[in-house]
């Protein structure tokens, strides 16, 4: 379970991240 939570902690930072770029004004072409 620890490697799960890892994994998902980190799609959620990511999101986090893709978000901000985006909020900036920055679209990043994500697939």
């Known amino acids: 379970m620890a490697a799960f ?3 998902i902690g ?3 930072a990511l999101a986090i991240v893709t978000f901000a770029l985006r909020g900036k004004g920055h679209p990043e072409p994500l697939e």
């Open 5 to 7: 939570g890892s994994a």
């Open 10 to 12: 980190v799609a959620i």
